[in-house]
């Protein structure tokens, strides 16, 4: 870890500034997994440019969306009953994760920046395409039981940690930012890189570009959400299969549906395909089991973690049958 | 009619300052001058360095020294029983991951670590052998160590086993686990003159006084070494590591104090591991449900230094009156750290053995519990002598009525709740613990206070609480007259506090010394004109709440105040003890509930039971069951030290991926304790503390099994295993 300097932002234009002007400049609001990467010698920035004095942290409609700060802690979104009505899915997965110590610190921006857990990247001393470009991907043919099945490429099979992101994609969330080249916004299905053959570029983020707000449009769909998260214990860990799903019913026919995968890909994963398995089908058992089986599908395994593809069926078909009360 | 302390629930004395933050432990010592020490590790597990570059390192602002295998003061190796067979940053020579190759001193910790991280090192990388499967070929038998046999062969227990009624035989495994406990490893080294004072994270003061000692060969009466509090050791810091050395030596090399607190990562690589362990067990069974023969053949992970096994087997053959037995102690010698002992050396043997004996119970169709007490003896067929333990039928059957066990239908995968299959298991618990010599002192001071001492530690275990009940129970003071003190080289020598000898060991010399403190008093007292008891025999003086009255007459009052408060100067008494080593035994029962389909299983409930004979402080002792519990349920669940097979890396070198039990994975646990003194003991006490931990893992293993008929023999029992 090396020496950085601190800088406190007044606004979110000097924010952005700060950061942009230094390449090794980086934004910290909750720093629940920043100052870790750091320590462990993962990233490595000579400066970090505060956002806790920024005015980005509320809860607020905006017409048809539900505009959250970039800046909001995770339990207070967790816990907004506009979240908890209306984007069950969003206020479930901030509430499967991490800590209540850290829902506390943590901001919702941060989250979806967090880094992956895989122990390659983490330790210092092993390889790790993301970390160093080019030095290769020790997980392939190593300790696998955690990584991807879905999204992996031969330079990184690591997954995404957040749930929130999981979430947001059964949401239809779109990420508001402001960057040095101005403001834009960004549909959460386009914010995020496939590790192709560039596994150290996560997201399509600039140099300096702050995610400033989160937008969850209100929809039927977003109203009937659920995330199921299955791991190793009961608390404060990482998924090792999850599944946002979100519905919309017309009797018993899918009118439409989310549904997005955790702990099993490089991203944050929606299934396509599993979701037209559905659309336009009553929701029983034979359709959910073609939505499970649509879901693994083209899904590569590895010699620790091929139990996640029977999992990820198993999980898919539980959250459906829950959120659509098929019995 | 005395003011019994013994045997009530007492919460730790230095219980406040601890949660308060005031409580200071070994890294929180704040000295003028100090330098902070971090540590380089290497990035290969077997090889040479060929060239190390500290330029860069030296360059950080604040960096006063960078020490390597070139520069290092050269050190004594110190002999056995400090572990490890050889001292890093003494040759070029990689012996496994992560081992140090520098050690940098710097101002501030941040510059250390900085520098630390700066050192370029180039190393001759060897392929290593990590795993016990990268070397199936080159496990042998591995020599007996200073208290455990490698092999035990009775009868024929082959010919038994081809000719029992039923006979099960199964595979067991677990892999490399890590203690961690949440306070870091951490030296404080101050040197004035030639007198070293150490503050150290140790389970053993007297052993960390020896052995640094011996590495810097400095005479022990030298060295001072302190703890006062000890935030969990669990085996991690029952020897002196490397960085104990290291420090003091480049403290005397600098002329300044050194901090060095090891990162979470590095203890992972620094103080030991429980060994991956593998073991073969058969059982065999007559018709009426007597056990006729073990096998159990063990192999387990070995450092190349080292031909020591740590997980011990003696439970296959004490528990149960096996007329044929072979258990034999492989091991196999890998590019790791050494394994050492954790909590508890008897789990993992014990893991198998009450598995086996589960699977037999479904085969002969004999209760689980019906089936060890057919068996259960209290007979040690090496030594062919009593062991001490004939009180486990009754901890088995207190604890099956206490856990509801009759309510327990037979048959696997019937109990449903929901979409959770509900299971009960259990299991035998099992641990010895060993000898150990002790040494206290007792002071009543002229205002009616009492002091004990004793150079023992307090891991967090209690043994300030229960020393306090013994030293204020043996004076007839009540609990709020009595300081010990503890944590101090310059206090009377005690052991370590280990293999849970603390309690059954301090014990005796305290209680020696306490009654010699109360017959000084009684003496002075009944010698003094100027008391209401003078003239009485000591015999006729009895003591209460800290007044000593004439038997029969209370009207002839006195006080420890008095006596010795007229007396101008303390009185001391002394005493020293060597413990009888024990084998202290209980029985465990859980519920699980299981979900199938997503693998998921949760412990829902727990009763134990346990012969630890008196029973010192019922609350301290509960939380042993609840730590064991907690333990448990992380060997039979989450735990388990990844390491890369290729580079030997340690990949879940931290909290986050090496999965202890969070709070909601823990239930509430019940504990039954059978409460009668032992009679090797002047206060009737066992050692308890790793008991129960030592049956859970089997227990939750056949409580699965018992759930959805599903048996996993591979610990951890992950969701994978289930599906």
């Given at each position: 870890m090396k020496n950085f300097d601190y800088a406190v932002a007044a606004t979110p234009a000097d924010a952005v500034r700060l950061v942009a002007e230094r390449p090794g400049a980086a934004f910290v609001s909750g720093g629940t997994d920043l100052l870790n990467l750091m320590r462990d010698c993962a990233q490595t920035h000579d400066r970090l440019v505060d956002l806790n004095g920024l005015d980005l942290g509320g809860v607020a409609l905006r017409g048809d969306v539900l505009r959250i700060g970039g800046l909001a802690r995770m339990s207070d979104v967790a816990r907004h009953p506009v979240v908890r009505t209306r984007f069950p899915v969003v206020s479930e997965a901030l509430l499967a994760s991490a800590s209540p110590q850290i829902r506390n610190m943590a901001a919702l921006g941060g989250n979806l920046l967090q880094r992956t857990r895989c122990g390659y990247f983490r330790d210092p001393g092993s390889a790790c395409n993301k970390k160093v470009p080019g030095s290769g991907c020790p997980a392939i043919t190593g300790e696998n039981r955690g990584h991807a099945i879905l999204g992996g490429t031969d330079q990184c099979i690591a997954v995404h940690p957040s749930d929130l992101g999981v979430s947001l994609r059964a949401v239809d969330a779109v990420i508001r930012t402001r960057g040095p080249r101005g403001e834009r916004a960004i549909p959460f299905g386009e914010f995020q890189v496939p590790p192709g053959s560039t596994p150290e570029r996560e997201t399509v983020l600039e140099h300096g570009e702050l995610i400033t707000s989160i937008d969850l449009p209100f929809s039927a769909l977003a109203g009937k959400s659920s995330y199921l998260k299955l791991r190793d214990r009961s608390s404060f860990e990482f998924a090792v299969v999850s599944v946002a799903a979100a519905l919309e019913l017309r009797g018993r026919t899918v009118k439409d549906v989310r549904l997005a995968f955790g702990g099993v890909a490089t991203t944050s994963w929606r299934s396509t395909d599993a979701e037209a398995a559905l659309r336009g089908k009553v929701l029983d058992a034979a359709s959910i089991g073609g939505a499970a089986d649509a879901a693994v599908r083209g899904a590569v395994p590895r010699e620790h973690n091929g139990f996640k593809v029977e999992l990820l069926r198993r999980a898919v078909t539980r959250a459906l049958t829950d959120l659509g009360g098929v019995r | 009619m005395s003011n019994k302390l013994v045997g009530r629930s007492f919460a730790r004395v230095e219980g406040r300052e601890k949660v308060t933050g005031a409580a200071k432990y070994s890294a929180d010592v704040a000295v003028p001058g100090l330098l902070h020490g971090v540590i380089t590790g290497s990035r290969i597990a077997r090889g040479r360095v060929t060239s190390i570059d500290t330029t860069a390192a030296l360059a950080v602002p604040g960096v006063v020294a960078v020490y390597t295998h070139l520069n290092m003061p050269r050190l004594v190796v110190p002999p056995p029983p400090y572990p490890k067979g050889f001292l890093p940053l003494q040759d070029d020579v990689i012996r496994h991951n992560d081992q140090p190759v520098a050690y940098v001193v710097a101002e501030t910790l941040e510059q250390a670590r900085e520098a630390a991280e700066l050192i370029d090192v180039r190393y001759a990388a060897e392929k290593a052998k990590v795993v016990i499967a990268d070397a199936e070929d080159e496990i042998f038998l591995a020599p007996p160590g200073p208290e455990n046999p490698d092999k035990v062969v009775i009868g024929d227990p082959v010919g038994a086993l081809a000719t029992a009624y039923k006979k099960v035989e199964g595979h067991y495994s677990s892999p490399t686990h890590t203690h961690n406990p949440i306070e870091p490893s951490a030296t404080v080294a101050v040197w004035d003159g030639d007198n070293l004072t150490l503050h150290d994270t140790t389970q053993s003061i007297s052993l960390v006084q020896q052995v640094v000692g011996q590495a810097l060969s400095v005479p022990k009466d030298k060295i001072r070494v302190l703890m006062k509090f000890l935030g969990g050791g669990f085996g991690a810091k029952a020897p002196v590591w490397a960085h104990t050395i290291f420090t003091a030596a480049v403290s005397r090399e600098l002329r300044r104090p050194v901090k060095i607190v090891l990162t979470r990562a590095q203890m992972f690589t620094s103080s030991g591991h429980r060994a991956e362990y593998r073991q073969q067990v058969a059982l065999g069974a007559d018709r009426e449900g007597k056990l006729v023969a073990v096998r159990n053949i063990s192999t387990q992970q070995m450092s190349r230094n080292d031909k020591r096994t740590?997980?011990?087997?003696?439970s296959s053959y004490m528990l149960y009156g096996f007329p044929h037995i072979e258990v034999r102690h492989q091991g196999v010698q890998l590019d790791v750290q050494m394994a050492h002992f954790m909590r508890?050396?008897?789990g993992p043997a014990l893991v198998g053995l009450e598995t086996a004996l589960d699977e037999l119970s479904y085969e002969l169709g004999i209760d689980p519990v019906e089936l060890r007490l057919r068996n259960i003896t209290d007979y040690d067929p090496v030594t062919r002598t009593k062991i001490g333990n004939d009180n486990l039928p009754d901890c088995l059957r207190q604890g099956a009525k206490q856990f509801g066990w009759s309510r327990r239908k037979p048959k696997p995968g019937v109990t449903k709740d929901g979409r959770e299959y509900v299971g009960y298991g259990m299991s035998v618990e099992a641990h010895t613990y060993h000898a150990r010599p002790s040494s206290a002192s007792v002071t009543v001071t002229p205002d009616g206070k009492v002091v004990a001492r004793s150079g023992t530690q307090d891991i967090g275990t209690g043994t300030y609480t229960v020393m306090s009940q013994l030293a204020g129970e043996a004076l007839g003071v009540p609990m709020s007259a009595v300081t010990f003190e503890l944590?101090?080289?310059?206090?009377?020598a005690a052991g370590f506090s280990a293999a849970s000898v603390t309690v059954s060991s301090v014990s005796g010399s305290l209680t020696i010394a306490a009654k010699s403190a109360r017959d000084a008093v009684v003496a002075l007292a009944v010698a003094d004109t100027r008391s209401p008891l003078h003239g009485l025999a000591p015999d006729q003086v009895e003591i209460e709440n800290g007044f000593l009255f004439a038997k029969g007459n209370r009207s002839r009052r006195d006080s420890y105040q008095g006596v010795v408060g007229r007396h101008g100067r303390p009185v001391e008494g002394t005493g020293s003890y060597l413990n009888v080593p024990g084998y202290t035994t209980g029985a465990i029962f859980v519920e699980v509930r299981v979900d199938p389909v997503v693998g998921r299983v949760r412990v829902t409930r727990a009763v134990g039971a346990y012969d630890l004979g008196t029973v010192v402080n019922r609350r301290t002792a509960e939380s042993q069951v609840l730590g064991g519990l907690t333990w448990g349920i992380g060997y039979a669940l989450t735990e388990h030290t990844v390491m890369d097979r290729n580079s030997a890396r340690v990949v879940n070198a931290n909290l986050s991926t090496y999965m202890i039990p969070v709070n909601p994975d823990v239930p509430k646990v019940q504990a039954v304790f059978i409460d009668k003194p032992d009679a090797t003991s002047p206060v009737g006490v066992k050692g308890f503390g790793e008991t129960p931990v030592t049956g859970v893992p089997a227990a939750i293993g056949n409580a699965v099994y018992h759930a959805i008929g599903r048996r996993v023999r591979d610990f951890p029992i992950t969701q994978d295993k289930l599906l």
């Open positions: - | 740590f997980n011990t087997s003696e508890s050396p008897e944590g101090d080289t310059n206090l009377p």
